[in-house]
């Protein structure tokens, strides 16, 4: 947020609008598996960490550059990095599956049938 002069509330809408744009691109635009996806902390705890890790890399390649007329490029290359497009959405471990069976168990009963 330092780095790109983001204020907290900027920063959260752009998480949150990523993480509704992932579930979209990648469940093939089907409203229930937005709806069962996003209505859970498992998800948004998954999608935050993911959002972290790409800032990570982010930061190590682009913390250096500080100087203000590198703050436009800066905030491109950002939401470039962090287009939820570039994010696999098959994790290559069990982290995927985990927090699908999150979901399974905090929905419960209230599963939305596709």
């Not at 996806?37 to 890790?53: C, H, N, P, S, V």
């Not at 491109?76 to 985990?98: K, S």
Request: charged share 25%; net charge negative.
């Amino acid at each position: 947020m330092r780095l790109l002069r983001l204020s907290e509330q900027e920063y959260a809408e752009a998480v949150e609008a990523f993480g509704y744009r992932y579930v979209r691109f990648n469940c093939n635009n089907c409203p229930n598996a937005e709806l069962y996806l996003t209505r859970t902390r498992a998800f948004w705890k998954w999608w935050m960490r993911q959002f972290d890790i790409r800032d990570e890399v982010f930061l190590q390649t682009y913390g250096e550059y500080t100087a203000p007329d590198c703050l436009p490029w800066l905030r491109q290359y950002w939401l470039q990095h962090h287009a939820p497009e570039a994010v696999h959405p098959w994790v290559p471990d069990a982290v995927w599956q985990h927090m699908l069976d999150l979901i399974d168990a905090e929905l419960g009963d209230q599963k939305i049938n596709a």
